[in-house]
């Protein structure tokens, strides 16, 4: 029993500082995407796809877009959206790796939305979200979108998204927990008796041009003038229009989102069997620790 025991407390006090150190530690292979072949992208594409990023995470979501267009069709187009400056030498360094790459800012792109939609723009005023859901919705108006957060990284062939890019279908990533919602946005949308995908994760969708209603999300908006501190407003009124579109989930064994080995004693996911990984809050550092040194050996063969 005091064995037991003792290994309980060992671990516990383990786990802490080996998470501490795995989450806080600097992984320069962050920077080392640049140093890759350059991947040409079609400048005016109609199916584009789109990474959204902090200036913080330029280089994660230089890996993302690598990662995911060694496997999509060659005239898929690149738009980096950054949230935050358009300067700077990595800015120049994705100019580089990514010969005809659009560059934009969210706010921009909020200004764009704020005419037609100016309750969705008034939360992207104040809310990193915010700006997340104006940018989507404002882009899928212009092209067959896929949409990335900058988290993601794609180990293998993706042919459900290769063949929705053709037949113009909505695709969704799952969480493997459920859905997580805004609960003064979800009021609203049971109030207008409005369905919503019970599964959807926003980091990565896609979304056939014109296929999502900006006017319903302005309508599930309206009258909502607290301001709103939850982390799920964009993926609730996401959850909505993707309802809507008649869009479809992705198969969550291939394409994960899963906090699986948040801790070292922990079993990871299986990168030889999975397409994608959505490497959210706590498994981040599995991003720098196993998806991108896997990736970097693969490619370098």
Known sequence: MQNIIRSFLIRKILTRHIWWWETHRNYPIRDQVFCFSP????????NILAVLTTTNAISDAAWTAQSLLRYLPPDTGLLMVIDGDLHGSKIQALKELFPGIQLTSTLTLLEQLRSIAPKVAQLGDYHPLGRKLAAILILQK????????????CFREIPEIVNALYEK???????IVGIKTDKTILNKVQILGLKYTQT??????????????VDLAEEIMNDINEPLKSWFCETTVIAVLMQQSQAKPLPKNRYVVSAQRQFYFENDVDYEYIA????????RH?????????LAQEWQR
Not at 39 to 46: D, L
Not at 142 to 153: C, M, R, T
Not at 286 to 294: A, C, I, N, S
Request: proline share 7%; charged share 15%; glycine share 6%.
């Open 39 to 46: 991947i040409a992208v079609n400048p005016e594409a109609r």
């Open 169 to 175: 279908s909505g695709l969704y990533l799952q969480d």
């Open 142 to 153: 212009q092209y067959n979108l896929l949409y990335s957060d900058s988290d993601i990284l």
């Open 200 to 213: 959807i994760n926003t980091g990565f969708l896609f979304i056939p041009k014109n296929s999502l209603e």
């Open 286 to 294: 599995l991003m720098y620790l196993k998806g991108m040194p896997r």
């Open 276 to 283: 994608l990984r959505h490497f959210i809050t706590p498994v």
